[in-house]
């Protein structure tokens, strides 16, 4: 059979490479780097390689299935749609009719944040389904940082990226770009772009309990103690002000309020007050901060380990606070803001005042935590199923999530899913959280998708567009994700089984142009919106959407207006993507924060500072605390059914300094027992010194061992859930995200 090649994005990660996909007929057999991607340039890592496995891979769902039965009961059937949605039809609306809408819950998991369908319709199915109770994977994740961000500059998508490719100086902490290839930093082939920053004479510092494999590559590694990055980042911002060398510069000096406040608020931060605390020493503390703040250009970039954490919020916003003073923020070489092509809240309109964020507008129903951008904690949902009253959730619908692995207290939620009168999934697998749904409808293969990464490229590295169409047609037994969506949000909206979908596809890009053409500054100001949607006609689905939002953004042909300028027609005729440049300084139009200012000093942060103090005053605890892991061939809990990927040397291990390992007499590769207040869980040991002292590492996606979990090889690798040991009771106050690291533990031979 003659072979043919495409190209798309991957969509697996927030790297966003180009792929080359060589097909026989329809049929995925090689990937290859695209090495005429504008943005990869040939990088490949083995999760996108292996996406011909994944495709092919016997355990994905290809048709609906409903269940009947419960636990060891539970069978399993294949349905045609009409039957799955007739289902659903029957069940959903009858919660909503007799216990409201709060009644059902909603859980979003992370591959939501790459798929387009999911980022256009999904919104619609959210609105359709009318409940407050909206449960995500950005509070197991980077919740912090967007609280940080929206604070700060008025918008939460608002998150300066380190500028990695023209930094001097890039200090890393809490993240793991070897492994994870880049988070809230959407960069291919970051690993090459650090070396490439190093091979240039630049520096490269992390900051990390463990010493990973990013910082091995670094020039140096200082191991912190897990939890206490905002410690040791008011102590730099201290050491800026007592050396006189804080200087915003005179691009962004004018545009920042708050800089005093701050820095009476670092005052009891000096490096001696931190460093044990921090396990690092003062001098050190000192030379980070004199070191960025004497570099021609630097960034200070934070990532998971320093959201997941008692203080996440803090900690994010000081990584932003010491950007700023060291006159980093928004300068080529700092850390700076994307203009994307499409989809940002901060492009196209008159800048500044905006009207900020606003948080904790409501507030959970059980133990009431603060809303945070429409969506409570997820450790929050397990009580809310469980406890009676007003306003108890009793169904779910789930879209690409796992949270039974993902979110804390992982056994108490899977408890909780097994009560519920009724829920639905939108998942490719029967997983350790979709075997208690009652209906799961798969999502269709990759190749049968439309791809643009709408929210990564807001946080990239530099600005660029890439569009990759679907590479084959749907087959008979596939639904296109946007239409599953819409179908189920028109049963939740009461109008049956049989909605206009074409009619709701356009509301939904009509909503988008009527928005753009009543948007002041914007390049279709004034215009006719039925001239703009008659342009659009001949597109479906979130394709339609994104020529809107492409043709209305800041590049965009501005349906004419800029005959050279952006439409999805241009993207489609450039498959390797289009390069828009490098990033460019965007102070003060980003700013949408009330007074128009950079907020250095919000208030709500400001009073949170008050329990970063107390926890500086308690006296230091002894024992093992722990921490989180990323592996380069995992993708959190969903590709452990790709045997390429989970072969070979057990993963699911406990990393074990060899000083804990010899006080508890554990020898490398036994098993262990490793208890927390919430649960324990029996795991292999590595004894290794790529921890600190006093520190366990657990890498977070596997238990894949329920009764009912349908992922063949994934059971042969299981490993153990690490969320059986965090509490959903831990949460970074002002995010409402969740604590998985730091977690007090015990740990002895099995
Ligand atoms: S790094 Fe991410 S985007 Fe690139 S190939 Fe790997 S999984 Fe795909």
């Known amino acids: 059979m003659t072979r043919r090649v495409a190209y798309r994005t991957c969509p697996l990660c927030e790297a966003t490479c180009g792929l080359e996909l060589h097909l026989e007929g329809d049929d995925l057999v090689l990937v290859r780097g695209d090495r005429d991607d504008v943005f990869s340039r040939g990088f490949l890592c083995p999760k996108g390689a292996a996406l011909p496995k994944l495709e092919h891979d016997p355990d994905r769902l290809r048709k609906p299935v409903v269940r009947t039965g419960r636990g060891a009961d539970a069978t399993w059937r294949e349905v045609e749609w009409d039957e799955a949605f007739a289902v659903i039809a029957e069940r959903l609306p009858a919660v909503i009719d007799a216990h409201g809408r709060d009644a059902v819950g909603v859980y979003v998991g992370n591959p939501g944040a790459h798929n387009l369908a999911s980022l256009v319709h999904g919104r619609v199915l959210l609105q359709a389904l009318g409940t407050t109770n909206v449960f995500t994977a950005s509070t197991v994740d980077q919740m912090p940082k967007q609280v940080s961000a929206g604070l700060m500059f008025g918008a939460p998508l608002s998150i300066p990226v380190p500028d990695v490719d023209r930094t001097d100086h890039l200090m890393i902490l809490g993240a793991n770009p070897y492994e994870s290839n880049g988070s809230l930093c959407t960069a291919p082939d970051l690993p090459g772009r650090l070396e490439a920053l190093r091979a240039r004479g630049g520096r490269l510092v992390v900051v990390d309990p463990r010493r990973t494999r990013t910082a091995e590559h670094a020039d140096e590694h200082v191991a912190i103690r897990p939890g206490t990055d905002a410690l040791l980042l008011f102590a730099m911002v201290h050491t800026l002000f007592a050396d006189g060398s804080v200087d915003l510069g005179p691009h962004l000096g004018e545009w920042v309020d708050g800089v005093e406040v701050v820095r009476d608020l670092a005052a009891p931060f000096a490096p001696e007050a931190v460093a044990p605390a921090c396990g690092v020493d003062a001098d050190t503390i000192r030379r980070l901060a004199r070191e960025l703040a004497a570099a021609p250009t630097a960034a200070v970039y934070g990532r998971i380990g320093t959201c997941t954490q008692e203080f996440g919020t803090l900690a994010s916003w000081l990584v932003d606070v010491v950007n700023v003073l060291t006159g980093n923020l928004d300068r080529p070489g700092g850390a700076m803001f994307t203009l994307p092509a499409a989809g940002s809240s901060t492009t196209g309109s008159v800048p500044a005042p905006g009207r900020g964020v606003r948080l904790g507008r409501r507030t959970s129903r059980v133990r009431g935590a603060p809303e945070a951008f429409g969506e409570y904690p997820a450790a929050c949902m397990a009580e809310e199923i469980t406890t009676p009253g007003d306003g108890q959730i009793r169904a779910m619908v789930t879209i690409a999530g796992n949270p039974v692995l993902s979110t804390p207290d992982g056994a108490a939620l899977d408890r909780a899913l097994a009560g519920l009168d009724f829920m639905v999934s939108i998942d490719i697998y029967r997983n350790e959280t979709t075997r208690h749904a009652d209906v ?244 292999p040991v590595e004894i290794t010194d790529t921890v600190r002292p006093g520190v366990v590492s657990l890498p977070h996606g596997w238990g894949h061992d329920g009764e009912g979990v349908a992922l063949g090889v994934a059971r042969r690798y299981a490993g153990v859930n690490s969320n059986v040991l965090t509490p959903a009771d831990a949460l970074d106050a002002l995010s409402g995200n969740a604590v998985l690291n730091g977690i007090a533990v015990e740990v002895a031979p099995a």
């Not at 189920?488 to 939904?508: F, K, N, Q, R, Y």
């Not at 002894?622 to 045997?643: A, I, K, T, Y």
């Open 440 to 683: 799961i409808l798969p999502a269709p293969p990759v190749l049968t998708k439309g791809h643009y990464d709408l929210a990564l490229y807001q946080l990239a590295i530099r600005n660029v567009a890439n569009y990759s169409p679907p590479v084959r047609e749907h087959a008979a037994h596939e639904m296109a994700e946007w239409e599953i969506m819409v179908r189920l949000g028109a049963i939740a909206m009461g109008m049956g089984t049989e909605p206009d979908v074409d009619a709701i596809d356009t509301m939904i890009t009509r909503q988008l142009v009527d928005k753009a053409v009543t948007r002041p500054g914007s390049n279709v100001e004034g215009r006719d919106p039925e001239e703009l949607m008659e342009a659009l006609a001949t597109r479906r689905g979130p394709e339609k959407a994104l020529d809107a939002m492409l043709r209305t953004g800041p590049y965009g042909d501005g349906f004419g207006a800029d005959p050279d300028g952006l439409s999805l027609a241009v993207l489609e005729a450039n498959p390797h993507g289009v390069d828009l440049g490098p990033l460019v300084p965007r102070v003060p139009d980003i700013l949408r924060t009330p007074s128009g200012r950079v907020e250095l000093a919000p208030e709500s942060i400001v009073a949170d500072v008050a329990r970063l103090q107390t926890a500086l005053a308690r006296p230091a605890r002894d024992g093992l605390v722990l921490v989180g892991r990323r592996d380069l061939r995992s993708n959190n809990s969903w590709m452990h059914n790709v045997e390429v990927l989970v072969k070979g040397k057990a993963r699911c291990t406990l990393h074990l300094h060899p000083d804990d390992a010899a006080a508890r007499g554990v020898v490398d590769g036994a098993t262990v027992r490793v208890a927390s207040a919430s649960g324990a869980v029996d795991v």
